[in-house]
């Protein structure tokens, strides 16, 4: 994905967006030799995002904890003073939320086709230990 911008850069992916990904773990490696920072926020709860990560093996440099996904941006930013701050999701509120918090937008399928990332089936099995829809969850 490097078009001879600057390597010195953090990225940050929406859950979602990572989640769409073939290989999520390659995706990691493969953005490492190119930006300095690599991590993933959501609004989901913290065990969510760290249960697909570890399932996937994903090393992320940084994650959203508790906090909403413009708050986590905007942390994410302070902490890591690199050149450029990128944000891969996949809606339109998702790129509302990176422009309000200072963040350059990537759509999942532009980023994916600039670096040669496999996107993975839509339709797969939705993951059994993923919360969405259930109220017994803690």
């Known amino acids: 994905m490097d078009g001879g911008g600057s390597t010195d850069m953090t990225l940050a992916f ?3 967006a990572l989640k769409r990904l073939a290989d999520p773990n390659a995706v990691f ?11 993933v926020v959501s ?18 440099d940084f994650f959203s904890g508790p906090r909403g996904v413009r708050e986590s941006l905007e942390n994410v930013k ?14 339109d509120e998702d790129e509302a939320v990176a422009e309000a918090a200072g963040w350059e937008f990537l759509p999942l399928e532009a980023a994916a086709e600039a670096a040669g990332w496999t996107l993975g089936d839509e339709d797969e ?9 259930r109220d017994d969850w803690p």
């Open 14 to 16: 929406e859950l979602a």
């Open 29 to 39: 490696n493969d953005a490492r030799g190119w930006t300095e920072y690599v991590g």
């Open 43 to 60: 609004e989901k709860p913290t065990y969510v995002v760290t249960n697909f990560t570890r399932k996937h093996r994903v090393r992320q």
């Open 78 to 91: 302070g902490q890591f003073e690199t050149d450029r701050h990128v944000f891969v999701g996949t809606t």
């Open 125 to 133: 099995a939705a993951d059994p230990f993923d919360d969405e829809g």
